[in-house]
């Protein structure tokens, strides 16, 4: 007797979306800057031309990979009507507020003044590197998270409520889900970022 056995064979791993050669779970993002919404998934290689600047050509900025949690500053402070919200400062200076929603990103543009009095009272905020990376703050449902991240981790949390919204509130097991995010960006940071794992979720283009 023939003994048969069900061979099963792995979904192709993502290509980079610059060469083609096949992705790490755990991979980098280029963004183009006229087209801010959308992120290129890119192999370590790729990312690594973009971070010595040989290839940018004005056009493309690496996604950076650090993440920090930040103490303040007060919610009241950054004058806006939510607790789950994250900030990106644009190339030619506005800050705009994007809110997490069933819908996606909903946006309202930071008062400048407001802006310039958080950096010069929190300095790290001055670091943040203008459109690709993001100042996140979730204080709401028991949770006080303040951090400057990648924006594809801002992302991957539109994704995740936009995906996982249920009813009026968002549901017990979205904000489960959001209290594990910001339990991981905790592990990303002592870990050294997306390097240091090839555990990491992948941010496909426009998430």
Partial sequence: MINRTVVRTRQAPEPCELCGAPLRAAHDHILEEHR??????????????FERGAASLGRFQLVPDRRVRLTGPPLADLGVPVGLAFFVRKPDGPVVAHYPSPVGATRWDLDAATWARLTTEYEQLSSMRPAVEAFLVAVVRGMDER????IDDCHRLVALVRGEWKGMSGGQQLWTRIARFFAELSAREEKGGRHGSDQGGQTRRGA
């Fill in 147 to 150: 951090w400057l991240v990648p």
């Fill in 36 to 49: 801010e919404e959308q992120l290129l998934c890119a192999c370590r290689p790729c990312a690594l031309l």
